[in-house]
């Protein structure tokens, strides 16, 4: 009987011990995955962006940022796509803009429009505008060197549970390497 209860707690500490060796691996070594995958360069979906003035690095698309240390809130940062390629700060290189979107755990979806400009190294992000509240993206689009996105957004005063029903198009460039909304 000893001899079973010592089996199975060697067993428990070997079953321990190896999903802290893995989750040391994961920390320590997943991170150089992209890197690796990418050739050395930084994708744009593995690039960090300027979010209300803070830097958000995604991991293949996405950050998860604790609100207060040692919490459960969290602050999700997704890339939601609707992708435009072009070369945005006349350097020779292809950049591309998307949007994203950030949810804290209420009930509000804030989508961004950023651009990833390509260089030696990848892409670099830039600062991030945001669209709007639960908006309804449709597309994303280069003219003349400009960034248009387009997307259906609700009237002034309109409840947030109302369905998006007003067509928006908004206009930006990259001006030293900053994303700029043109008015």
Known sequence: MKKMFLFGVVAILVLI???????IYKFNFTNDDIYIKTGGKIDSKDATYLIDSEPVTLKDGSSELEMIPSSSSKKI???FGNDVKGDFNNDGKEDVAFLLTQNDGGSGTFYYVVAALG????YQGTNAILLGDRIAPQTTEIK??????????RKINEAMTVAPSVGVSRYFQVKNNQLIEIK
């Not at 011990?17 to 989750?23: D, K, M, Q, R, S």
């Not at 260089?119 to 990848?122: A, I, K, V, Y």
């Open 77 to 79: 940062t997704r890339y």
């Open 144 to 153: 003349e060197g400009k960034i248009i996105v387009n997307y259906a957004d």
């Open 17 to 23: 011990a190896f999903v802290v060796i893995l989750g």
């Open 119 to 122: 260089n030696d190294n990848g």
